[in-house]
């Protein structure tokens, strides 16, 4: 069973950034990539960021790109997802979640097979 802790959210003004963890552990899982998605009040879950483990390649909503970096160490299984010049609209509950799917980087929520208990971030205008 996979454990995926997140951390690093926390209230921001707009225009500052913010670095989310996202620690993975757990005997034995399968992950080929992991994922970011956010959820705001009163909307659905959706897709921010994703990462290869082996190869590194990234892949970004379009609402983030230019002002998100999603990175992972390897040796610690942890990804980050560094977030910069935020606004008030990038308000929401952000969760790491890890795809055993082995091609491809994912952006369907339906894709990922283990997922974190989430960590909030709260811009302020």
């Known amino acids: 069973q996979a454990q995926l802790v997140e951390s690093g959210g926390g209230l921001v003004q707009a225009g500052g950034s913010l670095r989310l963890s996202c620690a993975a552990s757990?005997?034995?899982?399968?992950?080929?990539?992991m994922g970011w998605f956010r959820q705001a009040p009163g909307k659905e879950r959706e897709f921010v960021a994703a990462?290869?483990?082996?190869?590194?390649?990234?892949d970004y909503a379009d609402p983030v790109k230019g002002r998100a970096t999603i990175s992972r160490d390897n040796a610690k299984y942890t990804v980050y997802l560094q977030m910069n010049a935020l606004k008030p609209e990038d308000t929401a509950v952000y969760y790491c979640?890890?795809?055993?799917?082995?091609?491809?980087?994912?952006?369907?929520?339906?894709?990922?097979?283990?997922w974190g208990q989430g960590t909030q971030v709260t811009v302020s205008s």
């Open positions: 979640a890890s795809s055993s799917l082995r091609y491809g980087l994912r952006k369907a929520s339906d894709e990922y097979d283990y």
């Open positions: 757990g005997r034995t899982f399968t992950s080929y990539s």
């Open positions: 990462i290869n483990w082996t190869f590194g390649n990234t």
